[in-house]
């Protein structure tokens, strides 16, 4: 028998909307920063975006929420493949055959001056256009207005925030911001469309659908202001399990999940080299902690940070070559794990090379060049006839990627 609480939570959930917030896929990226795995371990990397796309559109299709959300750079570049958007456009169909429309605005990535030939995208598709719009439905008993806006060219440094119409508080609408942007001020990602938390609790909506950070966050939890990452990994400096979130909104409490999708999850396994004597140790070692984290996650690309090294274990590893030693790591493996690289920690510093003076002073000197600076140190490269077209641009999410490239660099040297 069915206990009247049930009844009354089954009531309660069927007045509530129910839709997907994802952002940043990201489709038919080329993975540039990985040069070292063989051919046919790249190809499937390099389709791990249209996996997690599809386990996306799988769960949508699952679930049949009332609307879904992209927030924003649907495509890794301006120039979109027909792939991509061949395979975007499928998943958008399955979700129309199903009566589940699709809100989406182009982030800095996609945005709408980059040249492609389009696929006429299906009628349940509603694409933001330059401008701040808002588009209306009505879902049960509830009154939705979506707002939001695509970007016009790649650099929009204005705050958009500021052409968002404020909603009144008893208008009886449920409003929803979709914003790709970043807080002003913060320097750890490419600042487009900034906004401040204030000016988008000032708009009065129920929740902020964001996009343009590749790490999940909750800026604020009532209203929910959210970021939910990207849907997959492209590198070291993206780790951990993406996806994106369920959510359910309009009653007295605001339910999100959040859905791993990853196909290929970036990450680092620190492996205590205190007790290690010999090879078979370490490997043995190493291969344990990848497992454990395969059975979590699914594929992994790992790298291998060796922390407490004792004195023998120092002269172990003295022996061969980094790169001998990541070899055999690579040949030792299965088909779901891939190692991108091994640091090793010296003993007796109860810290790692991270912490050095040289470190340190390396960093501290990339950390302090403005734009003039980096073009003026990477101009030989990007002007290059042949280099130039295979290149990201040097914007500053690279810049981040170039600083963690540089202090790994440098601790490999001094590690051997």
């Known amino acids: 028998m069915v206990k009247l609480e049930q009844i009354f939570d089954r009531k309660e959930q069927e007045k509530m909307i129910r839709f997907l917030h994802a952002a940043d896929l990201h ?9 070292d795995m063989p051919a046919d371990r790249l190809a499937g990397l390099r389709e791990s975006t249209f996996t997690a796309f599809r386990n996306l559109i799988r769960h949508a ?14 495509y890794d570049g301006e120039d979109r493949s027909l792939r991509a958007q061949k395979r975007f456009h499928d998943g958008l169909e399955q979700l129309g055959a199903a009566g589940i429309p699709v809100f989406l605005s182009h982030g800095n990535h996609d945005h709408l001056s980059g040249g492609w030939v389009r696929f006429g995208l299906p009628d349940n598709v509603t694409v933001f256009g330059p401008d701040v719009e808002t588009y209306e439905l009505t879902v049960r008993e509830h009154k939705v207005a979506i707002h939001g806006f695509s970007y016009r060219e790649r650099h929009i440094e204005r705050a958009m925030i500021t052409d968002y119409p404020a909603a009144a508080p008893d208008d009886g609408i449920l409003h929803i911001g979709m914003l790709h942007g970043s807080i002003a001020g913060d320097k750890s990602h490419a600042v487009y469309a900034p906004f401040t938390k204030e000016s988008l609790l000032q708009k009065n909506y129920a929740y ?27 590198h070291k400096t993206e780790p951990g399990m993406k996806g994106f979130y369920d959510v ?3 009653g ?9 999708c990853s196909a290929v999850v970036f990450g680092e396994i620190e492996v205590d080299c205190s007790h290690v004597r010999h090879a078979t140790d370490w490997l043995n070692a190493c291969l344990a902690k990848a497992g454990s984290m395969t059975a979590r996650t699914g594929p992994v690309i790992l790298r291998v940070h060796n922390c407490r090294l004792s004195e023998e274990a120092e002269q172990l590893f003295a022996g061969a070559p980094r790169a001998e030693w990541l070899e055999i790591l690579r040949e030792s493996a299965g088909d779901d794990v891939w190692f991108s690289g091994v640091d090793f920690e010296p003993s007796g510093t109860g810290s790692g ?13 990339l950390s302090g060049w403005d734009a003039e600076e980096w073009q003026s140190v990477l101009a030989d490269v990007y002007q290059h006839a042949r280099s130039a077209p295979y290149l990201e641009p040097a914007d500053e ?12 660099l440098v601790a490999g040297e001094l590690a051997k």
């Open 208 to 234: 902020w659908a964001l996009g343009h950070i590749h790490k999940r966050q909750l800026l604020h939890s009532n209203p929910p202001i959210v970021y939910p990452g990207c849907l997959q990994g492209r």
């Open 353 to 365: 090379l991270g912490d050095s003076p040289l470190i340190r002073s390396v960093m501290e000197r």
């Open 252 to 260: 007295p409490e605001v339910s999100m999940q959040f859905v791993p």
């Open 61 to 74: 299709l699952a679930v049949r929420p009332d609307f879904v959300l992209l927030a924003g750079d649907i």
């Open 397 to 408: 999410e690279r810049q981040q990627r170039v600083k963690a490239a540089a202090a790994d």
């Open 248 to 250: 359910e909104l309009g």
């Open 27 to 35: 489709l038919d990226s080329p993975f540039k920063g990985i040069t």
